[in-house]
Structures are given as structure tokens and as C-alpha cells.
């Protein structure tokens, strides 16, 4: 078979402005990046507001496993199906970060038959979202040190300063630095770092903003460090808004793409599923609802950390609610959960399917509790038995959940077809009755105690003096009614990467806590969590080149 | 008068593929950023190469004051007045730098009716070039720090690792860095920094390669540091190189804006006056040449500087020859070089402007020597006398230059038709017999010995042994052909900023030499040459906002 990079540069792609029409812009309601990209136009979206909403639809999984699960394929495959069947589908993704396509092998574009065009494009610089908020948010940093340096009100202590720089970038050298060095002409040293674009308030900001004053509110809003009284100052002290908002201008518009089967997709947005909520730009979810029937939106990680901050936060501050889930797994994975090493994957074991399955079943009872309907969506590998898929759609049965094998990355928008006319049912039944998981005005520990025993099923949530203090100030502060953001490991329902199936009885430890002011929430930290990656021995960089035709090969 | 972005922001702009059709490319040949930039296809660019050359020219000035020179401004003026007298022309200038715009009030974009649109997109993020650059040059530091993390072949020494990080952003604190901190897993602890990016060698280098072909065997050649046994450890060493042309593959496409006059305009690189060139990219001028009768292109800073390394640097590795040189000059600046201080400048004295015209005569004289015609362009100010232009023009008469009045701030092309005129005439007089100042196989001394003397009129480089024993090891290790790239202040023709007019007899001090391998230049640095700029107290990006419009605001 054909590798994704050749599958992407074969496809008979329409110029955009053809995709544009299947949404309801004209030629001037986009800001063309080529021929196959484009912004849709601020007066556009403006103009949108009035219509109704179509229907909401999140694709979430099971805890990630080394066998992989496909989501992103599967929210493409679904997309392309539901538009076979002829409900008018829009699909909305997140953008890629530059940093992994050179560290280890992939891009974030799908797959096989399901991918959304032009791979390389949007894999690499796309239409500059990344770099627009990578030069907003080192903006901020640079006229942090520079109020600093010239001793402006408020007074910032340098040792209180916490805004970092970031980089779209793997670099594990930028992790900790002190900066300022060579004399007083350079700044005062500083112990500082980078972290990389994804991980920056400024993307989280740009992703849950409803609308360009709200992002300037946000933008206002960010705490760059505190005075030796302790008194936040923020980004609007330091007089920094304003020329973030021109660098963003245009970052702020959704960007429109295509599938491989030429269907309409916005990319918009990708903060980090630890230390941010993990899901494309609010921007981006609310216009797509106006313009099509159906919109098909995916959760980074698994349904615990995705699907859990989709819900708690975006859909929360947003007001979206969704009509439908649908939880990727693979056979592969749920036997991975349920004790097979990532090397036994291709031997049949219904013990080890069965003994994975409590994976799939907690999710499925988390995404009921917060009023949704479910259908599973079984990304079908060629090893996957008859056998093992029956033992499968038997256990589902049993949970009263309907489920779709599907064979998208073969066969393309033809092999999700099943799932598209079971999510269209699951939406037609009119079941959906989304209900946040906490309500705003518990106290932050008790929000992050809700989410660990009712997702987690944790025991307890265990937290230093310190880092309780610390959120009781928070309250004090006027940030009690903030939700919270779990950054934890994504491979188990527990803070341990190495437990998976469904664990309960365990202890969260809540190891440090941080308040993204302008995003709108705590950041509960529980486990080791990377805000700068590293490159591998061996980086993909080093086989990514272009060909003799100005092709770029070796991003897959 | 209304500010410049309130007249760029009321310009009646043609599309862009309008301004296309005017260089014979159709709206398959461009690639569209926007309804009014665009790239030129690689696919146009190579149909182009068998046409025959139009004219060449170099718009330069003296040495550059408080009171101002216009050099962008007269560029644009030119290349209207061209056009409007009938002389199919084409315009070539640098993209300016993000940094600078937040920093000091000041855009690159010309100004008053001469500017090029669109304003805030050229000023701000444009076609996303510096941020591929930007991306380029820092996935290379990361390989580097990653192949020394993981013990690569060959052996790279931290300490005599000599490859920095770029940011386009005025940044003090990161001059000088110590990264790698926090532990074994966090690389090693290294001195290092950051300088802006119109500082990267990968700037210069995109901007003196002249295919994609030229642009990978540059990239390869970037020396990134040294062995423990001195030899050098080059971007192709690190197999960074293929990575590097993938980021690159679109930034190294000219891309095509418009004059207020809707004349077509490439806009392509933007590397430093002082340890780099100071010139658009040779892409984007050896392509002009194929499109219009006539390209006018401009050189950083003074004659001294710019001039000469366009003329030493650029030429000589592009194989381009100009056929006439505009020098800009004001008579406030003349008088400034006359002795009047900044304040001084609106009192008429005869004295101090026949003083300060030693230094435009002597610009003249150097230009003269590299084989050229000059014409002199008067950037006319509404407090110039009638007796200092009579005064001005009664001196060039008697150095035989042609001196054009120029009022295209106030009047557009219309008050550059003077010079345009003159310059149609100082080309078809034909007298044009270009030749580099020194051949390359003089030693590397000897070329900055030639330039000192025969440019600054210096009466003898003076050099520490050990920055004579690094130029002859490079000579030794094969760099010997190399053209020298002098890094000195831009006020003066002397390395004292404060000495004006037309010193001589003085003594240049060569501090440091640099090895720009890939780009293809020694530099040779004689001063204090700052390579990241800092913000001043009150930075630009304070006032900078979006209106109620979405329109960008304070960017003058």
C-alpha cells in the first residue's frame, strides 16, 4: 500500500474556493492561502451568528495504547461517511504542532483513505496559526523583562516572573535556562525555560475564546507574575494586549481544508491535552455548527482526559453541547488492556479482549453520566478475527451500546458508513441531555476531587499544605468559579502509566497547581507532565527532504 | 496629512493576480496569500530563466543620520515614476523584520504616498517567510544539542559549539542564555543565546542562494561547531540539511505585493547590514530581471556598507552587474554631516551643507570606482530653500553627477519622474562597466585591508594575531576565495560613529572575524555589533491594537 504522504499527494483535490461554496462562502468570504487552504473572513463568520445550530458530535477513545486507536482517522472517516449518506457534515480538527513531525515518525492529519489535504502543509508552517501565537505569547515575554529591565509600575519581581517563552519546537536544552546574563545592559538573570507552542496560555486563550474581544478580555487576563506584595500583574499592566491582538488577527480565523474525499474540514488550534483542554478552537466548533447540519469534533487523548475537559471546560464556557459520542478502540488495544504485551497483539485471546473490554465500559458509563449517548466505533484492523470482533459486539450488547466496525483507513468515507447511520439514529433518538460533571461554584479541590472519583475512580486526591493554600487563595482571588484542567498521564484512568484496563481504588496525588488566568482554569498537575519534548536518537528529521519536483518526503 | 497606515489602509489595491498578469504570470503561477500577496511558483520561475536580462538599480545613500534619508521611500517613488513615464519596471525590497515594529515606531514599508501595500500584513507576519527561517535555523539548534545529548557521530564539543537560536522579536535577555539545565535529561549545560533572525546565517544564506539546489548545498555547509580535535562539523554532518529545505520550500518563493500606484513589487528576505548583506533575496532579483525592461533595488544602510557588500557580495556570487546607482541623499542630512545638530536642521547654512557634501562626493567618488553611474536623488523636504537645492546642485554639477529633486512622499511617482528620467538617460548612455572591488583570490586580510582603505579611506586595518591566525586558518582549510562581509557602524565611513562627513586617515580595528561557511562570506566585525536588539523604554507595541474594524492601528 501506499504510504500516507503518497496517498495525500495523489489526491485530486478541488481548489478551495469550491469547498468554500459547500459551506456558504463565496470567493471573497475566504482569505486564500494557495489553492488549497484558506481562512474563512472575520465578516463571514459575523454574518453566520444568526443561523441555527446543527447537530454536535464528539469522537473520543479509549485510553491511548503503543497499538494506537485512531481517532483522528475515525472522525475523518466519519465525516466523509456521513456526508455519503447525505447528511451535511462539517468536520473540525486541531492543528498539528511542528515540534513531533521531527521528533518521532507522524503528522496529525489521519491516515490511509481517511486523511484531511495538504498533509504536508498543514503538518508544517499551514497558514502561520503557530507561529502567530508563538510570536504573540514571546512578545509578552520579551516586554515582560523589558518593563523589568527598565523598572516599570507595577514592579515585577524577576524571582516572581513565571511567564516562560515557547517554541514550536522538540528542545529539551530550552527546558531550563537562565537568561539575562552578560551584564545589566542584557536584562537581570533570570531562572526561566521554554515550553513548546501548544503548551502555551496564549494557544489554550486563542482555542476558548468566543470572539476577538473575548480573546483580548483573555489575553488581559494572563497573570505574567506578581509584585513583592504578592499583587498579580497581568498582560494588560505590562500594556502587552493590543499588539498581541495584531499578531493574531488572523489567527483567530478558522482555516478551512478538505478531505481526501473532498468534504469540508476547519483546522483550527491545538493546545496540549495535559496542561491545557486539548480540543480545536472554539472559534472554529461554534461557525461550524452554523454552517452544516452535522459537525464531527474530536477530544484529544482518551475519554478521561479528552472527552472530560471537552465537556468540563470548552463545552462549559462555550455553551455547546454535544448531540452524540462516539469512542474509538481497536481490538489490538483492548487486548493490550487487558494484559497482552504490545509484541503478542496478533494472537487471539479472548481473555485478554475480555479482561481489556472494562477499559471500553468505563468510558462508555463516564460519557453517560454527563447525559450523552454513545456508540462505540471499532477501527478494524485486517488481524482482527471474526471471532474476536463477535465477542466484541456481544460484550457491547450486554452494555446496551451500539457499536460499527469500521474500515475507513482502507476503504475511506465507504468504511464508516455503518457508524455514520448509527450516530444519525443515536441523534434522531434524541436521548442527549449534556450536564457538566461539576457545577461552578464548588471549591477548586472539590472540583478535582469530582473528576478523579467519578472519572478516575480514585479513592481519594491527596495534595500538599502548600498546594491547597494555594487554591484557597485562588478562591480569595476571585478564580473559585474557574474549572479545573487535569494534566495526568493518558494512558491509564489512574496517575500510574503502566495501570491500564480500569483501576479504581487508587490515590491522585496532586502534585502542583497553576492558574492560566486568561484561559478560564486551574491547572491541576497530577504525575510528571512535558512541556517541552525532546528529539529521539534518531529524528525523523533526518529523512525528511525534498524530492527532485520540490516534494516534501518523509513526513508521515 | 494622514498618517502611513491610514494611507496604505485607503488604497485602492488591484488584486493580486491583476498585478500578476503585469509580470506574465497567470493565477496558476502564484500562490495566493490573500486576496492582495502571493509567491511566485517555482514551476513560473524556471519558465522564466531563458529570457532575456532587463537593467539594474541600485538605490543607495550616504551614511545615514537622526534626520533621515528615505531609501525605501525613494526606491518605491522610483519605481512608480518609472512606470509612469513608460519604463516597464519592477521593484525588489527586503521584508521587513517583526522585531523592530514593536520596538521603535517604524515599519519598512516606505511612507506618505510612496509605500507598498499591504502595510500591516509586509510589517507583521506577511507570507510566513522569517517564521520558516526562524523554524529552519532553530531545528537545527535542536539537532545539534540533540545529536551532542545522545553522543552522535561525529563528536561535537558543547564548547565549541558555536550555533545559536534565532527569534524575530527584540529580545535583550536573550543574548546571552545558559541552557540545558535541570539535569543529564535535560541536555547539557551550555553558554549560548539568541540573536534576531534577520541575523541567522540561514537568512543570508536564503538570501544569496540561487536555486533550491544552490539553497540545500549552502544549508549543507553550515559549520555548527568543532570536534575536540578542531575540525568542523558541518549542517549535513547533523543530516539537518533535508528538514531544513522542507521548512524552507515556500520561503524561498518571492512574493509579489503592489505599490499605492498598483505597480508590482517583489518583496523576498531580509538579512542584516552588518554581519550579513542587507539585500533581497537573489532569487527574487535574478527573477525581476526576466520580468520587467527595468528592477530597482535597494542596499541597507550607507553606500559604505550596503553598497559595497551588494556590489562585493551579491553581484559577485549572483553574477548580476547594475548599469546605474541611485544615491539618496537630504540636504537636512547634509548638513547634519555639516556639523548642525538634530535640532538645528531647519536653519539654512550654506556652510554646513557645503561641509556635509564631502560626504556625498565621496560616496559618489567609491560608487565610481566599482565602474558605475550615480545619479544623485534629492529627497526633498518642504523646509529645503531654494538656495541650499541651488547650492546642492551647483556642487553636483561640478562633480559631474546628475542631481534629481524628488518630492514622491508628498506626490507619489509623480515626483520621482526627475529621476526617472535621469536614470532611463544614465542607462542608455551605456557607461556602465561594473567590477568588484577586489578579486577573489586576494588573501582574506587583504580584502578587508582593500575595502577600509579604498571605501572608508582608513589608513590601515589593525588586527590582533589571533584574529589573523583564524583568517589564515580558514584560508588554509579552503575559505580563502571567500568575499569579506564588514560588520561597522553605519553612521560614519570610519568605525566612530560621531565621526561624520568624510573622515580619513583613521584606523579600522578589526575586533573578530566570523566564518559564515554556508551563507559564504567571512565577517569581519570591526565595532560593537549588536545581533539581538533590546526593547526601549516606551516600545512601539504599547500603542499597537486592533479597532472596532479589525483593523490593525499604531503601525507607522
Given at each position: 500500500m501506499a504510504t500516507d504522504i503518497e496517498i495525500a499527494r495523489a489526491a485530486k483535490k478541488l481548489p478551495v474556493q469550491d469547498i468554500a461554496a459547500r459551506i456558504g462562502a463565496a470567493p471573497k468570504d475566504i482569505i486564500p492561502y494557495g489553492h488549497d487552504k484558506a481562512k474563512l473572513s472575520a465578516g463571514f463568520l459575523q454574518r453566520q451568528s444568526a443561523r441555527p445550530d446543527g447537530k454536535l458530535i464528539l469522537v473520543t477513545a479509549i485510553n491511548p495504547t503503543p497499538a494506537g486507536e485512531g481517532k483522528t482517522t475515525t472522525s475523518i472517516g466519519l465525516a466523509d461517511a456521513m456526508n455519503r449518506i447525505g447528511a451535511n457534515t462539517l468536520l473540525c480538527l486541531r492543528e498539528p504542532s511542528l515540534g513531533p513531525c521531527f521528533g518521532m515518525k507522524g503528522g496529525a492529519t489521519g491516515g490511509g483513505l481517511a486523511q484531511i489535504v495538504p498533509m504536508e502543509d498543514i503538518n508544517l508552517h499551514f497558514t502561520g496559526d503557530f507561529h502567530a501565537i508563538t510570536s504573540a505569547h514571546n512578545l509578552l515575554s520579551a516586554l515582560v523583562d523589558n518593563h523589568i529591565h527598565w523598572g516599570g509600575e507595577p514592579k515585577l519581581e524577576t524571582v516572581r516572573t513565571s511567564w516562560r517563552r515557547v517554541m514550536d519546537m522538540n528542545d529539551r536544552s530550552l527546558r531550563n535556562i537562565v537568561s539575562g546574563l552578560g551584564g545589566p545592559g542584557n536584562g537581570a538573570p533570570s531562572e526561566t525555560g521554554f515550553d513548546i507552542t501548544v503548551a502555551s496560555e496564549v494557544m489554550a486563550?486563542?482555542?476558548?475564546?468566543?470572539?476577538?474581544?473575548?480573546?483580548?478580555?483573555?489575553?488581559?487576563?494572563?497573570?505574567?507574575?506578581?509584585?513583592?506584595?504578592?499583587?498579580?500583574?497581568?498582560?494588560?499592566?505590562?500594556?502587552?494586549?493590543?499588539?498581541?491582538?495584531?499578531?493574531?488577527?488572523?489567527?483567530?480565523?478558522?482555516?478551512?481544508?478538505?478531505?481526501?474525499?473532498?468534504?469540508?474540514?476547519?483546522?483550527?488550534?491545538?493546545?496540549?491535552?495535559?496542561?491545557?483542554?486539548?480540543?480545536?478552537?472554539?472559534?472554529?466548533?461554534?461557525?461550524?455548527?452554523?454552517?452544516?447540519?452535522?459537525?464531527?469534533?474530536?477530544?484529544?487523548?482518551?475519554?478521561?482526559?479528552?472527552?472530560?475537559?471537552?465537556?468540563?471546560?470548552?463545552?462549559?464556557?462555550?455553551?455547546?453541547?454535544?448531540?452524540?459520542?462516539?469512542?474509538?478502540?481497536?481490538?489490538?488495544?483492548?487486548?493490550?488492556?487487558?494484559?497482552?504485551?504490545?509484541?503478542?497483539?496478533?494472537?487471539?485471546?479472548?481473555?485478554?479482549?475480555?479482561?481489556?473490554?472494562?477499559?471500553?465500559?468505563?468510558?462508555?458509563?463516564?460519557?453517560?453520566?454527563?447525559?450523552?449517548?454513545v456508540v462505540v466505533a471499532i477501527n478494524r484492523f485486517t488481524t482482527d478475527t471474526e471471532g474476536e470482533v463477535h465477542a466484541l459486539q456481544a460484550y457491547c450488547e450486554k452494555l446496551s451500546v451500539s457499536v460499527a466496525l469500521c474500515t475507513h483507513w482502507a476503504e475511506g468515507?465507504?468504511?464508516?458508513?455503518?457508524?455514520?447511520?448509527?450516530?444519525?439514529?443515536?441523534?434522531?433518538?434524541?436521548?442527549?441531555?449534556?450536564?457538566?460533571?461539576?457545577?461552578?461554584?464548588?471549591?477548586?479541590?472539590?472540583?478535582?476531587?469530582?473528576?478523579?472519583?467519578?472519572?478516575?475512580?480514585?479513592?481519594r486526591v491527596e495534595a500538599a499544605r502548600a498546594v491547597k493554600n494555594l487554591l484557597a487563595a485562588w478562591e480569595k482571588a476571585g478564580f473559585g468559579h474557574l474549572p479545573v484542567c487535569m494534566a495526568k498521564t493518558q494512558y491509564s484512568f489512574s496517575t500510574d502509566p503502566a495501570l491500564l484496563g480500569a483501576p479504581e481504588g487508587h490515590v491522585v496525588r496532586l502534585r502542583e497547581v497553576r492558574l492560566a488566568a486568561g484561559a478560564g482554569f486551574v491547572v491541576a498537575i497530577c504525575g510528571d507532565i512535558m512541556t517541552m519534548p525532546g528529539l529521539p536518537r534518531r529524528p525523523a528529521a533526518e529523512h525528511i527532504h525534498l524530492n527532485a519536483h520540490g516534494q516534501i518526503e518523509g513526513l508521515n
Open positions: 486563550i486563542l482555542c476558548l475564546a468566543t470572539d476577538a474581544e473575548d480573546l483580548e478580555a483573555r489575553l488581559s487576563r494572563i497573570i505574567v507574575g506578581y509584585t513583592r506584595e504578592k499583587v498579580a500583574v497581568t498582560a494588560a499592566d505590562i500594556k502587552a494586549t493590543g499588539a498581541m491582538m495584531a499578531l493574531l488577527r488572523d489567527a483567530m480565523l478558522p482555516n478551512l481544508v478538505q478531505t481526501l474525499e473532498n468534504n469540508p474540514c476547519l483546522v483550527h488550534g491545538g493546545p496540549f491535552a495535559n496542561i491545557a483542554h486539548g480540543c480545536n478552537s472554539v472559534i472554529a466548533t461554534s461557525a461550524a455548527l452554523k454552517m452544516a447540519d452535522y459537525v464531527v469534533t474530536e477530544a484529544g487523548f482518551g475519554a478521561d482526559l479528552g472527552a472530560e475537559k471537552f465537556l468540563n471546560i470548552k463545552c462549559r464556557q462555550a455553551g455547546l453541547a454535544p448531540d452524540a459520542v462516539v469512542l474509538v478502540a481497536t481490538i489490538r488495544a483492548l487486548k493490550m488492556h487487558g494484559g497482552l504485551a504490545k509484541d503478542e497483539l496478533s494472537k487471539v485471546s479472548y481473555e485478554a479482549l475480555e479482561k481489556g473490554l472494562a477499559n471500553l465500559a468505563r468510558h462508555i458509563e463516564n460519557l453517560r453520566s454527563f447525559g450523552l449517548p468515507g465507504k468504511g464508516a458508513e455503518t457508524l455514520a447511520r448509527s450516530v444519525v439514529k443515536l441523534i434522531e433518538d434524541g436521548t442527549a441531555d449534556f450536564k457538566p460533571l461539576y457545577p461552578d461554584n464548588l471549591s477548586l479541590l472539590e472540583k478535582i476531587e469530582a473528576v478523579a472519583k467519578s472519572i478516575y475512580r480514585a479513592d
